[in-house]
Protein backbone atom coordinates (compact mmCIF):
# COMPACT_ATOMS: atom_id res chain seq x y z
CA UNK A 1 0.00 0.00 0.00
CA UNK A 2 1.52 3.60 -0.82
CA UNK A 3 1.35 6.12 1.44
CA UNK A 4 1.88 9.58 0.77
CA UNK A 5 1.31 12.69 2.81
CA UNK A 6 -1.10 15.36 1.21
CA UNK A 7 -3.08 18.45 3.59
CA UNK A 8 -6.84 17.42 4.24
CA UNK A 9 -8.18 14.08 4.92
CA UNK A 10 -11.07 12.81 3.02
CA UNK A 11 -11.74 8.70 3.75
CA UNK A 12 -14.16 6.87 1.69
CA UNK A 13 -14.89 2.98 2.14
CA UNK A 14 -16.77 1.34 -0.64
CA UNK A 15 -17.60 -2.50 0.10
CA UNK A 16 -18.15 -4.72 -3.15
CA UNK A 17 -16.11 -7.86 -2.83
CA UNK A 18 -13.40 -6.40 -1.75
CA UNK A 19 -12.34 -3.27 0.27
CA UNK A 20 -11.08 0.52 -2.09
CA UNK A 21 -9.96 2.57 0.44
CA UNK A 22 -9.12 5.55 -0.92
CA UNK A 23 -7.12 8.27 2.20
CA UNK A 24 -6.03 11.94 1.01
CA UNK A 25 -4.74 12.68 4.21
CA UNK A 26 -2.81 9.99 3.83
CA UNK A 27 -3.10 8.79 0.40
CA UNK A 28 -3.56 4.99 0.62
CA UNK A 29 -4.93 3.83 -2.68
CA UNK A 30 -3.74 0.47 -4.00
CA UNK A 31 -4.70 -0.29 -7.63
CA UNK A 32 -5.37 -4.05 -6.40
CA UNK A 33 -8.06 -3.26 -3.80
CA UNK A 34 -9.91 -1.76 -6.69
CA UNK A 35 -13.43 -3.71 -7.49
CA UNK A 36 -13.20 -5.73 -10.23
CA UNK A 37 -16.34 -4.76 -12.14
CA UNK A 38 -16.82 -0.79 -10.43
CA UNK A 39 -14.88 2.39 -9.83
CA UNK A 40 -15.61 4.53 -6.62
CA UNK A 41 -17.76 7.31 -6.53
CA UNK A 42 -16.77 10.52 -4.88
CA UNK A 43 -19.09 13.03 -6.77
CA UNK A 44 -22.54 14.35 -5.29
CA UNK A 45 -24.48 13.44 -7.91
CA UNK A 46 -26.52 10.51 -6.72
CA UNK A 47 -26.72 7.61 -8.68
CA UNK A 48 -27.22 6.84 -12.25
CA UNK A 49 -29.85 3.90 -11.59
CA UNK A 50 -32.10 6.37 -9.91
CA UNK A 51 -31.75 8.75 -13.03
CA UNK A 52 -32.82 5.24 -14.98
CA UNK A 53 -36.05 5.09 -13.09
CA UNK A 54 -36.60 8.71 -13.31
CA UNK A 55 -36.66 9.37 -9.77
CA UNK A 56 -33.64 12.40 -9.99
CA UNK A 57 -31.81 13.24 -6.96
CA UNK A 58 -32.25 16.37 -5.89
CA UNK A 59 -28.84 18.03 -5.88
CA UNK A 60 -28.21 15.60 -9.30
CA UNK A 61 -28.59 18.96 -11.72
CA UNK A 62 -26.40 20.38 -9.19
CA UNK A 63 -23.07 18.25 -8.98
CA UNK A 64 -21.44 20.58 -7.42
CA UNK A 65 -23.32 22.10 -4.67
CA UNK A 66 -19.90 23.34 -2.71
CA UNK A 67 -18.31 25.28 -5.01
CA UNK A 68 -18.17 28.56 -6.94
CA UNK A 69 -20.26 28.14 -10.11
CA UNK A 70 -18.85 28.74 -13.44
CA UNK A 71 -20.10 31.63 -15.53
CA UNK A 72 -19.66 33.75 -18.51
CA UNK A 73 -17.85 37.34 -18.01
CA UNK A 74 -20.09 40.20 -17.70
CA UNK A 75 -19.38 41.31 -21.11
CA UNK A 76 -21.11 38.04 -22.56
CA UNK A 77 -17.99 36.29 -23.63
CA UNK A 78 -16.02 32.83 -22.04
CA UNK A 79 -12.60 31.85 -22.83
CA UNK A 80 -11.74 28.02 -22.69
CA UNK A 81 -8.21 27.24 -22.93
CA UNK A 82 -6.70 23.50 -23.47
CA UNK A 83 -3.68 22.03 -22.29
CA UNK A 84 -3.35 18.42 -23.53
CA UNK A 85 -0.76 15.28 -23.25
CA UNK A 86 1.41 17.02 -20.58
CA UNK A 87 3.12 13.65 -19.62
CA UNK A 88 4.86 14.48 -16.72
CA UNK A 89 6.87 11.93 -14.72
CA UNK A 90 9.20 10.54 -17.49
CA UNK A 91 12.51 9.28 -16.55
CA UNK A 92 12.95 10.81 -13.25
CA UNK A 93 16.07 8.57 -12.52
CA UNK A 94 17.69 11.00 -14.95
CA UNK A 95 18.26 15.02 -15.50
CA UNK A 96 16.46 15.47 -18.76
CA UNK A 97 12.72 13.85 -17.38
CA UNK A 98 12.72 16.23 -14.18
CA UNK A 99 14.03 18.86 -16.51
CA UNK A 100 11.07 18.21 -19.34
CA UNK A 101 8.80 18.89 -16.19
CA UNK A 102 10.06 21.90 -15.35
CA UNK A 103 10.06 23.49 -19.05
CA UNK A 104 6.35 22.09 -18.90
CA UNK A 105 5.37 23.84 -15.48
CA UNK A 106 6.84 27.40 -17.07
CA UNK A 107 4.93 26.75 -20.08
CA UNK A 108 1.95 26.20 -18.02
CA UNK A 109 2.46 29.69 -16.11
CA UNK A 110 3.68 31.57 -19.31
CA UNK A 111 0.23 30.65 -21.48
CA UNK A 112 -1.79 31.04 -18.28
CA UNK A 113 -0.52 34.49 -17.76
CA UNK A 114 -0.88 35.65 -21.51
CA UNK A 115 -4.52 33.78 -21.92
CA UNK A 116 -6.27 34.23 -18.53
CA UNK A 117 -9.02 31.63 -19.47
CA UNK A 118 -12.35 31.65 -17.32
CA UNK A 119 -11.79 27.76 -17.41
CA UNK A 120 -9.16 25.25 -18.32
CA UNK A 121 -9.04 21.73 -19.55
CA UNK A 122 -6.34 19.19 -19.26
CA UNK A 123 -7.00 16.72 -22.03
CA UNK A 124 -5.38 13.46 -20.98
CA UNK A 125 -2.48 11.78 -20.39
CA UNK A 126 -1.10 13.74 -17.51
CA UNK A 127 1.11 11.63 -16.01
CA UNK A 128 3.17 9.00 -18.59
CA UNK A 129 2.36 6.31 -15.36
CA UNK A 130 4.64 3.73 -17.17
CA UNK A 131 7.80 5.52 -16.86
CA UNK A 132 7.54 7.01 -13.49
CA UNK A 133 8.28 5.32 -10.18
CA UNK A 134 5.35 4.04 -8.15
CA UNK A 135 6.16 5.27 -5.08
CA UNK A 136 5.88 9.05 -5.77
CA UNK A 137 4.05 8.98 -9.29
CA UNK A 138 0.98 10.27 -7.63
CA UNK A 139 2.54 13.51 -6.12
CA UNK A 140 3.54 14.64 -9.84
CA UNK A 141 -0.01 16.10 -9.43
CA UNK A 142 0.85 18.43 -7.42
CA UNK A 143 3.27 19.77 -9.72
CA UNK A 144 0.67 19.81 -12.40
CA UNK A 145 -2.03 21.56 -10.65
CA UNK A 146 0.21 24.23 -9.19
CA UNK A 147 0.29 26.88 -11.72
CA UNK A 148 -3.91 26.19 -12.08
CA UNK A 149 -4.20 26.99 -8.31
CA UNK A 150 -1.30 29.79 -8.46
CA UNK A 151 -4.09 31.41 -11.16
CA UNK A 152 -6.93 30.95 -9.20
CA UNK A 153 -8.94 29.16 -12.45
CA UNK A 154 -11.09 26.19 -11.96
CA UNK A 155 -10.34 23.29 -14.29
CA UNK A 156 -11.07 19.81 -15.16
CA UNK A 157 -9.01 16.61 -16.50
CA UNK A 158 -9.92 14.14 -18.71
CA UNK A 159 -8.21 10.84 -19.48
CA UNK A 160 -5.29 9.67 -20.98
CA UNK A 161 -4.16 5.88 -22.22
CA UNK A 162 -0.39 7.01 -20.44
CA UNK A 163 -2.52 7.91 -17.25
CA UNK A 164 -3.50 3.55 -16.22
CA UNK A 165 0.06 1.95 -16.40
CA UNK A 166 1.62 -0.09 -13.96
CA UNK A 167 2.74 2.89 -11.52
CA UNK A 168 -0.40 4.48 -11.51
CA UNK A 169 -4.43 4.53 -12.02
CA UNK A 170 -6.49 7.38 -13.08
CA UNK A 171 -8.64 6.95 -10.24
CA UNK A 172 -5.62 7.10 -8.27
CA UNK A 173 -4.70 10.69 -10.10
CA UNK A 174 -8.45 12.09 -9.56
CA UNK A 175 -8.17 11.13 -6.06
CA UNK A 176 -5.07 13.26 -5.59
CA UNK A 177 -5.99 15.93 -7.95
CA UNK A 178 -9.38 17.01 -6.08
CA UNK A 179 -7.59 16.75 -2.44
CA UNK A 180 -5.05 19.50 -3.35
CA UNK A 181 -6.65 21.77 -5.65
CA UNK A 182 -9.56 23.38 -4.55
CA UNK A 183 -10.17 24.61 -8.39
CA UNK A 184 -10.83 21.19 -9.88
CA UNK A 185 -14.34 20.13 -10.88
CA UNK A 186 -12.96 16.57 -12.13
CA UNK A 187 -15.23 13.85 -10.69
CA UNK A 188 -16.00 10.23 -11.11
CA UNK A 189 -18.45 8.78 -13.06
CA UNK A 190 -21.59 7.64 -11.45
CA UNK A 191 -21.73 3.99 -10.28
CA UNK A 192 -22.02 1.20 -13.26
CA UNK A 193 -20.99 4.24 -16.01
CA UNK A 194 -17.52 3.86 -17.78
CA UNK A 195 -16.62 0.33 -17.67
CA UNK A 196 -13.78 -1.29 -15.96
CA UNK A 197 -10.76 1.24 -15.56
CA UNK A 198 -13.00 4.11 -17.22
CA UNK A 199 -13.64 6.27 -13.42
CA UNK A 200 -14.51 9.80 -15.24
CA UNK A 201 -17.30 10.36 -17.06
CA UNK A 202 -18.55 13.78 -16.45
CA UNK A 203 -20.48 16.79 -17.22
CA UNK A 204 -19.72 21.09 -15.94
CA UNK A 205 -22.01 23.01 -15.82
CA UNK A 206 -21.58 26.62 -17.23
CA UNK A 207 -23.75 29.61 -16.62
CA UNK A 208 -24.51 32.84 -18.04
CA UNK A 209 -24.75 34.35 -14.81
CA UNK A 210 -24.56 32.86 -11.04
CA UNK A 211 -28.02 33.51 -10.23
CA UNK A 212 -29.62 31.26 -13.19
CA UNK A 213 -31.52 28.51 -12.56
CA UNK A 214 -30.42 26.88 -15.61
CA UNK A 215 -27.04 26.23 -18.21
CA UNK A 216 -26.07 27.84 -21.34
CA UNK A 217 -23.22 25.71 -21.59
CA UNK A 218 -22.70 22.17 -20.74
CA UNK A 219 -18.94 20.90 -21.01
CA UNK A 220 -18.96 16.75 -21.39
CA UNK A 221 -15.87 14.53 -20.54
CA UNK A 222 -15.45 11.12 -21.64
CA UNK A 223 -13.06 8.42 -20.40
CA UNK A 224 -11.68 6.73 -23.43
CA UNK A 225 -9.44 4.27 -21.15
CA UNK A 226 -6.26 2.81 -22.52
CA UNK A 227 -3.18 1.69 -21.30
CA UNK A 228 -2.97 -1.82 -19.08
CA UNK A 229 -3.79 -3.13 -16.20
CA UNK A 230 -2.42 -3.78 -12.75
CA UNK A 231 -1.49 -7.09 -14.31
CA UNK A 232 0.04 -5.89 -17.70
CA UNK A 233 -3.16 -6.95 -19.99
CA UNK A 234 -4.03 -4.13 -22.18
CA UNK A 235 -7.16 -1.85 -21.26
CA UNK A 236 -9.98 -1.38 -23.93
CA UNK A 237 -8.99 1.96 -25.96
CA UNK A 238 -12.73 2.93 -26.50
CA UNK A 239 -15.32 4.70 -24.31
CA UNK A 240 -17.51 2.11 -23.22
CA UNK A 241 -21.03 1.39 -23.84
CA UNK A 242 -22.19 1.95 -20.73
CA UNK A 243 -21.44 5.37 -20.85
CA UNK A 244 -23.74 5.55 -24.14
CA UNK A 245 -26.97 5.05 -21.87
CA UNK A 246 -26.34 7.36 -19.24
CA UNK A 247 -25.53 9.74 -22.06
CA UNK A 248 -29.52 9.36 -22.94
CA UNK A 249 -30.35 9.14 -19.32
CA UNK A 250 -28.41 12.77 -18.43
CA UNK A 251 -30.13 14.61 -21.60
CA UNK A 252 -33.12 13.74 -20.31
CA UNK A 253 -33.12 14.54 -16.88
CA UNK A 254 -31.53 18.31 -17.89
CA UNK A 255 -34.66 18.47 -20.88
CA UNK A 256 -37.40 17.40 -17.95
CA UNK A 257 -35.97 19.86 -15.60
CA UNK A 258 -33.95 22.99 -17.84
CA UNK A 259 -36.59 22.75 -21.13
CA UNK A 260 -35.84 22.39 -24.64
CA UNK A 261 -32.18 23.03 -25.06
CA UNK A 262 -32.65 25.32 -27.72
CA UNK A 263 -30.47 28.00 -26.01
CA UNK A 264 -28.05 25.17 -24.29
CA UNK A 265 -25.07 24.69 -26.06
CA UNK A 266 -22.61 21.89 -25.61
CA UNK A 267 -18.60 21.04 -25.75
CA UNK A 268 -17.16 17.47 -25.28
CA UNK A 269 -13.78 16.51 -24.55
CA UNK A 270 -12.23 12.90 -24.69
CA UNK A 271 -8.66 12.14 -24.98
CA UNK A 272 -8.49 9.51 -27.47
CA UNK A 273 -10.20 10.58 -30.90
CA UNK A 274 -13.73 9.04 -32.19
CA UNK A 275 -12.60 6.56 -34.73
CA UNK A 276 -14.85 7.76 -37.16
CA UNK A 277 -12.62 10.99 -37.37
CA UNK A 278 -9.39 8.67 -38.98
CA UNK A 279 -11.48 9.05 -42.43
CA UNK A 280 -11.79 12.61 -41.62
CA UNK A 281 -8.12 13.16 -42.29
CA UNK A 282 -8.47 12.32 -46.00
CA UNK A 283 -10.32 15.17 -47.06
CA UNK A 284 -8.38 17.84 -45.41
CA UNK A 285 -8.18 21.14 -47.17
CA UNK A 286 -5.60 22.89 -45.32
CA UNK A 287 -7.24 26.73 -46.07
CA UNK A 288 -10.22 25.16 -44.01
CA UNK A 289 -8.57 23.20 -42.08
CA UNK A 290 -5.22 25.19 -40.86
CA UNK A 291 -2.79 23.47 -38.04
CA UNK A 292 0.11 20.90 -37.57
CA UNK A 293 -1.20 17.79 -39.85
CA UNK A 294 1.80 15.87 -39.12
CA UNK A 295 0.07 12.53 -37.37
CA UNK A 296 -0.97 9.96 -39.72
CA UNK A 297 -3.74 8.33 -38.20
CA UNK A 298 -3.85 4.64 -38.31
CA UNK A 299 -4.15 1.98 -35.50
CA UNK A 300 -4.02 3.08 -32.03
CA UNK A 301 -4.36 6.50 -33.53
CA UNK A 302 -8.22 6.79 -32.75
CA UNK A 303 -10.69 4.30 -30.25
CA UNK A 304 -11.06 1.32 -30.71
CA UNK A 305 -8.51 1.15 -33.21
CA UNK A 306 -5.49 -0.88 -31.24
CA UNK A 307 -6.70 -4.31 -31.95
CA UNK A 308 -8.47 -4.64 -35.01
CA UNK A 309 -10.93 -6.75 -33.86
CA UNK A 310 -12.57 -4.28 -31.52
CA UNK A 311 -13.56 -1.79 -34.54
CA UNK A 312 -16.40 -0.36 -34.47
CA UNK A 313 -16.90 -0.79 -30.03
CA UNK A 314 -16.95 2.94 -29.75
CA UNK A 315 -19.78 3.29 -31.75
CA UNK A 316 -22.60 3.17 -29.39
CA UNK A 317 -20.63 6.52 -27.40
CA UNK A 318 -20.15 8.44 -30.74
CA UNK A 319 -24.36 7.62 -31.80
CA UNK A 320 -25.54 8.39 -28.60
CA UNK A 321 -23.25 11.93 -27.83
CA UNK A 322 -24.06 13.37 -31.35
CA UNK A 323 -27.85 12.13 -31.00
CA UNK A 324 -28.85 13.14 -28.08
CA UNK A 325 -26.55 16.04 -26.87
CA UNK A 326 -28.18 19.30 -28.72
CA UNK A 327 -26.31 21.95 -30.10
CA UNK A 328 -23.13 20.23 -29.90
CA UNK A 329 -20.15 22.83 -30.91
CA UNK A 330 -16.76 20.92 -30.69
CA UNK A 331 -15.76 17.24 -30.28
CA UNK A 332 -12.08 18.08 -29.05
CA UNK A 333 -9.16 15.21 -28.34
CA UNK A 334 -5.95 14.66 -27.75
CA UNK A 335 -3.42 12.07 -28.24
CA UNK A 336 -1.83 12.41 -31.48
CA UNK A 337 0.77 15.12 -30.54
CA UNK A 338 1.37 15.68 -34.60
CA UNK A 339 -2.05 17.17 -35.67
CA UNK A 340 -4.01 20.23 -34.36
CA UNK A 341 -6.58 20.76 -36.82
CA UNK A 342 -10.37 20.87 -36.87
CA UNK A 343 -12.89 19.08 -39.35
CA UNK A 344 -16.44 17.99 -39.41
CA UNK A 345 -17.13 14.75 -39.22
CA UNK A 346 -19.71 14.09 -42.06
CA UNK A 347 -21.65 11.54 -40.62
CA UNK A 348 -23.34 13.97 -37.86
CA UNK A 349 -21.93 16.88 -39.33
CA UNK A 350 -20.31 17.79 -36.06
CA UNK A 351 -17.17 19.88 -35.82
CA UNK A 352 -13.82 17.95 -34.48
CA UNK A 353 -10.92 19.37 -33.16
CA UNK A 354 -7.11 18.24 -32.05
CA UNK A 355 -5.97 20.11 -29.35
CA UNK A 356 -2.49 21.05 -28.93
CA UNK A 357 0.26 19.14 -27.39
CA UNK A 358 1.58 21.17 -24.42
CA UNK A 359 4.63 18.87 -22.44
CA UNK A 360 7.92 18.53 -22.88
CA UNK A 361 7.20 15.02 -22.33
CA UNK A 362 5.62 12.31 -24.72
CA UNK A 363 6.95 12.25 -28.17
CA UNK A 364 7.52 15.02 -30.87
CA UNK A 365 9.25 15.89 -33.83
CA UNK A 366 11.50 19.31 -34.88
CA UNK A 367 8.52 21.57 -35.86
CA UNK A 368 5.40 20.72 -34.18
CA UNK A 369 6.21 22.95 -31.38
CA UNK A 370 4.09 23.27 -28.12
CA UNK A 371 1.07 25.11 -26.98
CA UNK A 372 -2.40 25.26 -25.96
CA UNK A 373 -5.88 25.23 -27.81
CA UNK A 374 -8.33 27.80 -26.94
CA UNK A 375 -11.79 28.44 -27.68
CA UNK A 376 -13.45 32.11 -27.04
CA UNK A 377 -17.36 32.07 -26.93
CA UNK A 378 -18.32 35.67 -27.86
CA UNK A 379 -21.56 35.51 -26.60
CA UNK A 380 -23.96 32.06 -24.49
CA UNK A 381 -26.07 32.16 -28.05
CA UNK A 382 -25.58 28.99 -29.21
CA UNK A 383 -25.86 29.74 -32.83
CA UNK A 384 -23.02 32.24 -32.18
CA UNK A 385 -19.49 31.13 -33.74
CA UNK A 386 -16.55 30.43 -31.24
CA UNK A 387 -13.14 31.53 -32.22
CA UNK A 388 -10.52 29.00 -31.66
CA UNK A 389 -7.03 29.30 -32.76
CA UNK A 390 -3.57 27.35 -31.20
CA UNK A 391 -1.24 29.36 -29.53
CA UNK A 392 2.32 28.71 -29.43
CA UNK A 393 4.74 28.57 -25.64
CA UNK A 394 6.33 32.10 -27.40
CA UNK A 395 2.94 33.49 -27.56
CA UNK A 396 2.07 33.52 -31.23
CA UNK A 397 -1.26 31.99 -32.66
CA UNK A 398 -2.02 30.45 -35.81
CA UNK A 399 -4.57 28.04 -37.23
CA UNK A 400 -7.11 30.91 -36.65
CA UNK A 401 -10.89 29.48 -37.42
CA UNK A 402 -14.19 30.00 -36.40
CA UNK A 403 -16.57 27.52 -35.32
CA UNK A 404 -19.91 27.82 -36.48
CA UNK A 405 -23.32 26.39 -38.76
CA UNK A 406 -20.95 27.73 -42.02
CA UNK A 407 -17.56 25.62 -40.73
Sequence with gaps: MVMLSTPGLIHLTVIFSLVFRLCT???????????????????????????????????????????PRITFREDGSFKLTIFSDVHFGENPWDSWGPEQDINTTALMRSLLDIERPDYVVINGDLITGENTFRENSTSLIDTIVRPLNAAKVPFSSTSGNHDTQINITRAEEIVRETSVSPHSYTRFSPPGVGGVGGPANYWVPVYEKDTDSAPVLLLWFFDSRGGVYADGSQMPDWVDSTVAEWIASETEMMNTAWGPSDRRSAVAFVHIPPHAIQAVQENLDSSINPGLNADKLGQGSTQASGDPASLGKDNAFWHS?????????????????????????????VIFCFDKHSGYGGYSSPGWGRGVRSLLFRSAMPDEGIESYIMLENGTTHARVVLDEDY
Design 25 to 67: GAICVHRDELPATAEPHLGAIGTWQAGRNNVWPTDQLNPYPDK
Design 321 to 349: LNSHVRNLRAVISGHDHGDEWCAREPTYN
